[in-house]
């Protein structure tokens, strides 16, 4: 199996601008034939979706064609698959929708590991109906979640327990499947933030025992919004907040509005870019995307040996990735250096890592770095030896750039 990073890099117009990029976790730059479908979608008739017209078919083929690609990325039902604004929104509707069936005395568990949108969300509904918080820490010290932390939070009264499938901020990827295991034996729903996860990894959401499943496009090159996959069993029994007009049909129901069609041609065509990762690949769609993602995986691996290699002779830095099986995804503070320096002087060099805390706060706080985080280095498809080489002598050079008095 060969990976072609130089075939890869060709189909990405935004990297003739020159720039190494390492901020694929906060969203990936954009192949030729996701722009490409997001464009032919606005050129031709376009209407809401229907049976009549040309605008009204082709609506209702875009939407069709997008809930199948995502399907096929995950594994999932298509009868299931939720479109949402983002992530963030889809979760808010969710964790709402959910409250409905809580009674005061009733337990959610959420993760300190979490980007915030898998805590906040769940907290406030739970505060809405009298429901009991309780949280599942990690270790800073090897920066592992692992599905005994889950249990411990475990008891008769838990409704529903939130957890990633991988850090955004650390990389961290705890024990899905075993933490669903628990959780559906203490009679629980499992939600799983899956957004860092599905840009590294072959998703599969029955393996993973994942009720509910949420992923943004844009992490790995589609347009701008956010998926849910469930079962469309489970989301029969939901009933949310929607207009009295509006369809009750699953998954409809649970989507706001005119759904943005340009943006699910983009998600379709981004799934179907990842299915060439591995062009040797033949098969189904998700058989073509699980070689591409094997290939992926690999790539991705061997860029990260190198980056941790040369990390480790930089002696000022203190590497905050240690989970045994994490993704491409490295965070890093610098003793006696502010990290937003050390950003600065890296996107004056053309080499695009950012600092902060990513919205994972409790997880930064946990790990002792405050809400100011830490410098994020993340690995995307597109990201070659040249980059990593760019990285380290960046990085190198503003280690021996002397600090700013004051």
């Not at 005994?148 to 990389?171: E, F, P």
């Not at 099986?325 to 890093?332: A, F």
Request: with cysteine; proline share 7%.
């Amino acid at each position: 199996m060969t990976y072609d990073i130089t075939a890869v890099r060709a189909q990405f117009p935004a990297l003739k601008a020159g720039s190494a990029h390492f901020d694929g976790p906060g969203g990936t730059q954009t192949p030729l034939p996701v722009i490409e479908a997001v464009s032919d979608a606005l050129a031709n008739p376009l209407s809401n979706r229907g049976r009549r017209t040309a605008g009204e078919r082709n609506a209702e083929a875009l939407v069709r064609a997008a809930r199948q690609a995502m399907a096929d990325l995950l594994g999932a039902d298509p009868a299931g698959t939720v479109f949402g604004r983002s992530a963030t929104a889809l979760i808010y509707d969710f964790s709402r929708t959910l409250a409905k069936t809580w009674s005061p005395g009733d337990e959610v568990v959420v993760s300190r590991l979490d980007h915030d949108a898998n805590i906040r969300p769940w907290i406030q509904a739970a505060e809405a109906v009298g429901a009991t918080v309780r949280w599942a820490d990690f270790d800073p010290a090897t920066g592992e979640l692992t599905p005994d932390d889950i249990s411990a939070q475990l008891g008769d009264r838990t409704r529903l327990v939130a957890v990633t499938a991988a850090s955004n901020l650390i990389g961290t990827r705890p024990d899905i499947p075993e933490i669903s295991r628990r959780v559906h034996a203490a009679g629980a729903l499992l939600h799983v933030d899956g957004v860092h996860y599905a840009a590294h990894s072959h998703v599969d959401v029955p393996r993973l025992g994942a009720d509910f499943f949420v992923c943004s496009p844009y992490k790995f090159f589609g347009p701008h919004l956010g998926v849910l996959a469930a079962s469309p069993a489970l989301l029969e029994t939901l009933t949310p907040d929607k207009l009295l007009p509006s369809t009750n049909a699953v998954p409809e129901r649970f989507e706001f509005g005119t759904l943005p069609y340009e943006f699910l041609a983009g998600t379709r065509a981004a799934v179907d870019f990842l299915a060439t990762l591995d062009p040797g690949a033949d098969g189904s769609r998700r058989e073509r995307l699980a070689s591409s993602f094997t290939a992926l995986e690999e790539h991705e691996a061997t860029l990260r040996g190198r980056i941790d290699e040369g990390l480790a002779a930089l002696d000022p830095i203190t590497i905050h990735s240690r989970a045994a099986d994490r993704t491409p995804t490295v965070l890093l503070t610098i003793d006696g250096r502010d990290t937003t320096d050390a950003h600065r002087h890296l996107a004056g060099r053309g080499v695009d890592a950012p600092a902060g805390s990513f919205y994972a706060v409790e997880a930064s706080r946990r790990l002792g770095l405050g809400d100011s985080g830490g410098l994020r280095i993340g690995l995307a498809p597109y990201t070659s030896g040249e980059d990593v080489d760019r990285l380290l002598e960046a990085l190198s050079d503003f280690l021996h750039t002397p600090a700013p008095r004051g």
